[in-house]
């Protein structure tokens, strides 16, 4: 889910009985590729504080551009209030 000011990660685990959230402040994501293939995309994530990316798999590609426009849009002005600042 990506919300106005992060992205919220839901993680079912345990046979599903229970969940952890993780989320990610926009202000700490540098870039997001969409990479779309015939029917399911990949949302890749570049992380400031980590030095790995996140990537999020197997998406329908409907989803995945609803998820990155918002996500796009909350990094461009996450970036844009910092070079404000």
Do not use: C, W
Request: aromatic share 4%; no cysteine.
């Amino acid at each position: 889910m990506a919300s106005s000011k992060r992205v919220i990660l839901r993680r079912p685990s345990m046979l599903r009985i229970k969940k952890i959230y993780v989320d990610y402040s926009y202000a700490n994501i540098t870039n997001i590729v969409l990479d779309k293939g015939p029917l399911r995309s990949t949302i890749m994530l570049n992380l400031k504080m980590d030095a790995n990316d996140l990537v999020i798999e197997d998406i329908p590609n409907g989803m995945a551009q609803q998820a990155f426009q918002p996500i796009r849009e909350g990094t461009d002005h996450a970036r844009g209030a910092t070079d404000a600042a």
